[in-house]
């Protein structure tokens, strides 16, 4: 194993010997112990060592950047001064920078190696388990892993970031299968910083499961309405993701982001409050350090439907004169409501449980299409049957604003914390 | 890439072994609004072994190609091997074997060009969309390279070197109406190095006023119709059909988790004017978009139809899943990094083109749309597919109408095939996306115009 902060602060050298004015370095090594599961058998074990060290140079407002996954021999020197040369060949640009000199810090998270057994009986003990409970399933795929990383970040303004992480990480892969008949695949995914409860008790899997064995037999919409939703935890990430696209720097510096006067303002309704907080133990698979080289904070996108902050890297700051972000997002963690589940189930007069979105990526406007997968009807307050060929469209932007009730429960995945969301005016059309 | 004699690490093979050398190597520059965002190159490389036993796999990778490392993961995949197999037991028969040599380097031999030129082009073309069309609230201009480069050998005998290149330049356009952004991005390029796909930035000019003629008849569009309709679906989207909609169902691994393509080979699963084939390397005596001579199991790739005449002929395949259905394997086991095992993946799908011409198939429509560009799609173990349709118009009386907003078409494919009743004569490629499967890996997607019924997103 080689060493992150020496490797580091040599490819920060050879940078400023090769003539850089400013430049950052990081080192990144990543061990990880990966089981597969393949059409409901242990299949592959596979364990990947690598490297990666992105190097960055800024010399005369001009910007260079590159990675590799190899730092031995030459290769530093090598890549530093082609990061000179890709600085030389960009267009200058006031707005480039690096962190400022920030306290050195050590970040240390989870286990520093996996138990090799305890993946494989937790992944059998799940597979057996499934067997037992839902024997309809057919587990297409299921990973189980450990991933151990150990990361350097170093600046010539005198950061000095060293972060040690250990994290189990799954996803299951699924669908249900019975003669003939076949429902929709579904997919899950959670973290964990050990594995000291059964894979089944982590996040929505045992109800994506028992929903799959429901969804064998389905039925088409007929006719089209325009009703509520309760978007669930798993699909909530496409929600999210929506919004902080569209408060990043790609939007806000091309000036089309439809938030770019928003800030202070409200984008939701009062009930919805969101949060990134990638550093605080709240969210296990989170991040103690930002890409531009902060050390990460966590931080409040939306507070009771207002925008309190946009998710912009240094660079996209100096280049909108908006404020920076404290982290660079994701960890999200949505404050819960005070409506239990079965309740906002009970106020739902016509729509749909929506389960898994499958459409086309929304544009900056938020327009969207797509089938609603692995979802229900509801009408007159109770969930009714699972949805076929089921097409729902309307736009993300609209939903924050109408969103009428956030559940008491949540669904802790590792990597965000999401309650149930219930919204209006989504046209749900049939066939 | 450094170089290492794979076969000097031959006598350190046990049992079924492939060892495989890797580098991918990417060019990104970005122009977003005039501002020179990106300017990166990246190269991630290592080697990697993977080893059967009896049913069970090990795998294990290391960045750095030297004897030590390559002693090492040879070592460690065999180990990991042992260890599911002394649980699973699972005491299956050897893998179907075809020993095959194989040199394929598709490097352009033109002079390369700096990456300062590099930069010049994409900043004259940038400058260029910024002088002619003002009135544009934003635009992205990306130039996107990769080349992909490996050595191959395997325990029975296949050795193989490849270096298949792609290079695009993705532009962006948007303009704000009504206070809202309206977007439309366009992708050039294809297989090849920076050299072979372009000389001048001059040479886009006319294709990027023909996206901009589309984005502003997308400003004024409407909002499709939701509801099952007549559509006449361009070439980009008959390719990314018969990639989501068919291909995944077919991957012999999705066949055997419950496919709806299961069990019916030699069923009629779509009009008989439908023939599609998943091309290995060429169409015709034409390099497909990505080019596989051999796969990264050392299997020679062949072509696999697919459907022939609206039957379903075959699926595609990797050594495992040819043992498992008892056929041979047809070169679809494909590995994007080094540090990845191969998957089955498809290569270069495309449908076979018809008699019909654009023209006289939205002139048959009464009332329906015709739908050119696609982005995103995806595919259900049920065979419902869904796409994203970033463009697209109404037809009426035969003639085109208004464009339309953002949608998404969905439809059960084998129900879906069978309402095609018309098919263009041409065949166009397309292959800057990217297909996620466990990996991403580039694929291509081919096919002509179709005329058919799919169920359309809207309000």
């Given amino acids: 194993m080689e060493k992150p902060t020496e490797i580091a602060r040599e490819g920060l050298a050879a940078l400023l010997g090769a003539g850089a004015e400013k430049a950052q370095c990081r080192f990144t090594q990543t061990t990880t112990d990966e089981l597969n599961v393949d059409l409901g058998e242990c299949s592959l074990l596979r364990t990947t060592f690598d490297t990666h060290i992105d190097l960055a140079a800024i010399k005369d407002r001009r910007k260079g950047s590159t990675s590799l996954n190899r730092s031995g021999g030459p290769a530093l020197q090598e890549a530093a001064a082609a990061v000179i040369g890709l ?124 929903q799959s064995t429901e969804q064998l037999v389905t039925r088409p919409l007929q006719g089209k309405f325009v009703g509520e939703v309760i978007i669930t935890p798993d699909c909530l990430g496409d929600l999210l993701a929506f919004l902080s696209g569209a408060i990043g720097d790609g939007p806000l510096i091309s000036g089309t982001s439809i938030y770019r006067d928003r800030l202070g303002k409200r984008i939701a309704a009062p009930v919805f409050s969101l949060h990134s907080r990638p550093a605080g133990g709240e969210i296990c ?33 100096r280049k909108t004169g908006l404020p920076r972000a404290v982290n660079d997002g994701s960890a999200f963690v949505v404050d819960p409501g005070e409506t239990a589940f079965e309740e906002m189930v009970r106020s739902v007069k016509r729509g749909l449980l929506l389960a898994r979105f499958s459409g086309g990526v929304p544009g900056e406007s938020g327009d969207f299409a797509g089938v609603a997968k692995n979802s229900y009807l509801i009408e007159d307050g109770e969930i009714k049957y699972p949805l076929s060929e089921t097409m729902i469209a309307g736009n993300f932007a609209e939903i924050f604003k109408s969103i009428t009730a956030v559940s008491r429960e949540r669904i802790d995945f590792g990597s965000a914390l999401l309650p149930w969301v219930a919204a209006s005016g989504v046209t749900v059309s049939g066939k | 890439m450094p170089e290492l004699n794979l076969r000097d690490y031959r006598d350190l093979f046990s049992g079924y072994t492939e060892l495989r050398a890797q580098e991918n190597r990417t060019v990104n520059i970005t122009f977003v609004r005039g501002n020179n965002t990106l300017n990166s190159r990246s190269s991630t490389g290592g080697i990697s072994a993977r080893v059967y036993r009896s049913g069970s796999w090990g795998f294990a990778s290391h960045p750095v190609l030297s004897a030590e490392n390559v002693k090492a ?98 532009v962006d356009l948007a303009l704000i109406r009504a206070g809202q952004p309206v977007e439309l991005f366009d992708v050039y390029g294809g297989l090849g190095q920076f050299e072979e796909q372009f000389s001048s930035p001059e040479e886009l000019f006319e294709k990027i006023a023909g996206q901009h003629r589309h984005l502003v008849k997308k400003s004024e569009g409407v909002f499709a119709d939701a509801g099952l309709k007549t559509c006449v679906l361009d070439a980009d989207l008959a390719g990314i059909l018969a990639h989501e909609a068919i291909g995944h169902t077919v991957e012999a691994d999705i066949v055997r988790s419950g496919s709806a393509a299961g069990g019916r080979i030699g069923q009629e699963v779509a009009a008989p004017l439908i023939t599609m084939i998943d091309y290995a390397h060429s169409y015709k005596g034409k390099n497909c978009p990505v080019p596989v001579l051999v796969d990264d199991e050392g299997t020679r790739a062949q072509d696999a139809v697919i459907i022939e005449k609206g039957v379903l002929k075959s699926y595609l ?87 339309i907003k953002d949608t998404t078409i969905s439809g059960v494919a084998f129900d879906m095939l069978k309402t095609v009743s018309m098919i263009s004569g041409e065949m166009n490629w397309m292959s800057s996306g990217m297909c996620g499967k466990k990996q991403l890996i580039p694929v291509g997607m081919g096919g002509p115009a179709l005329k058919c019924r799919v169920n359309l997103g809207g309000r």
Avoid at chain 2, 121 to 148: K, Q, W
Avoid at chain 2, 338 to 351: C, G, K, Q
């Fill in chain 2, 317 to 403: 395949h990797n050594k495992e899943s040819a043992a498992h259905f008892k056929v041979a394997p047809t070169g679809n086991a494909r590995a994007y990094q080094f540090s990845d095992e191969p998957l089955i993946r498809m290569r270069n799908t495309a449908i076979l083109p018809g008699s019909s011409s654009l023209e006289e198939m939205i002139a048959s429509v009464d009332d329906g749309y015709y739908l050119i560009r696609a982005s995103n799609g995806q595919a259900d173990s049920t065979s419902e597919f869904m796409f994203g349709v970033v463009l697209g118009y109404e037809i009426k009386q035969g003639r085109l109408r208004r464009a």
């Fill in chain 1, 87 to 210: 600085a030389a060949a960009s267009a200058p640009d006031e707005a480039h920078e690096i962190a400022p000199a920030q306290p050195a810090a050590v970040f240390t998270a989870g286990a520093s190696r996996p138990d090799r057994d305890k993946l494989y009986s937790r992944l059998k003990e799940l597979l057996h388990e499934i067997g037992a409970r839902y024997p309809r399933i057919m587990v297409r795929q299921a990973i189980l892993d450990f991933t151990r990383t150990e990361s350097a970040l170093v600046n010539s303004n005198g950061v000095d970031f060293v972060t040690r992480k250990g994290i189990y990480r799954a996803s299951v892969f699924f669908s249900s299968r019975e003669g003939e008949r076949v429902s929709s695949f579904n997919i899950t995914g959670f973290s964990s910083r050990d594995l000291e409860r059964s894979l089944l008790e982590c996040g929505s899997l045992d109800t994506l499961l028992r």
């Fill in chain 2, 73 to 170: 993961v040879l070592r460690a995949a065999a180990d990991s091997a042992l260890f599911l197999d002394s649980r699973e037991k699972k005491n299956r028969g050897p893998l179907p074997a075809d020993p095959t040599t194989s040199e394929s380097d598709f490097s352009t031999t033109r002079p390369r060009r700096s990456q300062k030129e590099l930069v010049e082009f994409v900043r004259e073309l940038d400058d260029h969309i910024a002088s002619a069309y003002p009135e544009l609230a934003g635009r992205t201009v990306s130039l996107r390279c990769l080349d992909m480069e490996k050595r191959l050998l395997t325990a029975d005998g296949s050795y193989a070197r490849s270096m298949i290149p792609r290079s695009f330049i993705y």
């Fill in chain 1, 285 to 317: 698979d989170g991040y103690f350090v930002t890409a531009d080289g902060y050390a990460a904070g966590d931080l409040t996108i939306v507070e009771n439907g207002v925008l309190k902050s946009f998710l912009l890297s240094l660079y996209g700051s």
